[in-house]
């Protein structure tokens, strides 16, 4: 049976399913979590996702601190959502996404209550807006519309009626026109690896 998130970013997890099989916990993202994230990211969205309009925003940034949010269930990530500093239409706001769930935990609420969670920890940072490209009957439930983001523009090809956005504070995204773009931190460079010893020639 699932429960509603208990939405108390404070904590350092939710859990969200009290019966069943085994509980779903949604807490903060963790390093090792990198390799499973990514292989779900490939089986929901195709290996083409990095070419998205969106990925051009993410590309060598860090995740916002403190949004990044992995679910487990028996110590395996079925979720994640993250969110991502951006400048939109010369105001500071929130890139949503990429959010994705497992096929198996797809309905449980688990979407949602990742959405939830990801929300409310952002509302409790300090944070005034949050846009995302998505569908909109599915994210209207939180409150998000095209309204606020009718004069933004993203880096890239997409469709104008998936550009939505989210106040968290009122008027946060009053006057934003034109390009939506990265503000994050970078993320570090791969370290290079250790120099190949050549083989020393021999003498003729």
């Excluded at 390093?31 to 990211?41: H, K, V, Y």
């Excluded at 968290?168 to 009053?174: N, R, V, W, Y």
């Excluded at 250790?194 to 003498?203: C, G, K, S």
Aim: aromatic share 4%; proline share 8%.
């Amino acid at each position: 049976m699932t429960m509603p998130i208990q939405n108390q970013p404070n904590r350092r997890a939710a859990t969200i399913a009290d019966r069943g099989p085994a509980p779903l916990i949604i807490r903060a993202e963790h390093e090792a979590d990198g390799p499973a994230r990514e292989a779900l990211l490939d089986a929901c969205f195709g290996a083409n996702r990095m070419t998205r309009t969106c990925q051009r925003l993410r590309d060598g940034r860090l995740a916002a601190e403190g949004l990044a949010f992995s679910a487990i269930q028996r110590g395996r990530l079925v979720g994640t959502v993250r969110l991502w500093h951006v400048m939109a239409g010369g105001r500071a706001a929130l890139m949503l996404g990429p959010l994705a769930v497992a096929p198996a935990c797809r309905k449980l609420g688990l979407g949602a209550a990742l959405m939830a969670h990801a929300l409310a920890a952002a509302r409790a940072r300090g944070h005034g807006a949050v846009i995302l490209l998505g569908d909109a009957p599915y994210y209207a439930r939180f409150g998000f519309a095209a309204g606020p983001a009718a004069r933004l523009v993203l880096p890239g090809p997409f469709e104008r009626h998936r550009l939505l956005a989210l106040e968290l504070a009122a008027g946060a995204l009053e006057g934003a026109h034109g390009l939506v773009l990265a503000t994050g931190r970078a993320a570090p460079r791969p370290q290079a690896g250790p120099a190949r010893a050549w083989p020393r020639p021999r003498a003729a």
